[in-house]
């Protein structure tokens, strides 16, 4: 199974953005590798966030992720 990565930043101000992402971050199970670093399999609701950041000012990056060794 695949699993890709969302690298996130988000504004300080206001804060309930960054509370909205991590709850549904929480919601679908993400696994928090650092505090704006999450692991999913589910590409399409990980687009839906980094959609939802940006749309407010933040940055959001998503990563496939590959192991090498």
Not at 2 to 8: A, D, G, P, S
Not at 23 to 41: C, E, G, P, T, Y
């Amino acid at each position: 199974m695949k699993e890709f990565v969302l690298i996130y930043d988000v504004p300080r101000e206001p804060t309930r953005i960054e509370t909205k992402v991590w709850r549904d971050l929480n919601k679908m199970d993400a696994k928090m590798i650092q505090h704006s670093v999450w692991k999913h399999s589910d590409l399409s609701k990980l687009i839906e966030i980094a959609a939802f950041i940006k749309k407010f000012g933040g940055s959001a990056t998503i990563l496939e992720e590959k192991l090498i060794f």
